[in-house]
């Protein structure tokens, strides 16, 4: 089972940019999905980005299409989450999860590992 863990977090002000990165150890990244998930003050942890084993599938959730890319490099283990155009609604701490299977989805308990998550926080 892979472990991942964050970096890359922040203070940025509004319209600017932040690259997350997922350092994943263990064993055979490449059979896992990767998942970005993000959680408010107050408010309950809400699915951001996944994509897929091989980074040929990628789905995102509606508020950050066309903003956010969410990418990963097998050979480093590592997934990217490239955040641009920041908006204040975007602070949360952001959270890395991995599940073994093929498919990226935004269902946070089918996630098999979890990060500590990285704190992101957008000035207006």
């Known amino acids: 089972q892979v472990q991942p863990v964050e970096s890359g977090g922040g203070l940025v002000q509004a319209g600017g940019s932040l690259r997350l990165s997922c350092a994943a150890s263990g064993r055979a990244f490449s059979n896992y999905a990767m998942g970005w998930f993000r959680q408010a003050p107050g408010k309950e942890r809400e699915f951001v980005a996944a994509?897929?084993?091989?980074?040929?599938?990628?789905y995102y959730t509606d508020s950050v299409k066309g903003r956010f890319t969410i990418s990963r490099d097998n050979a480093k283990n590592t997934v990217y989450l490239q955040m641009n155009s920041l908006k204040y609604e975007d602070t949360a701490v952001y959270y890395c999860a991995a599940r073994y299977a093929f498919s990226p989805i935004s269902i946070p308990r089918e996630y098999d590992s979890w990060g500590q998550g990285t704190q992101v926080t957008v000035s207006s």
């Open positions: 994509i897929s084993r091989s980074g040929g599938t990628t």
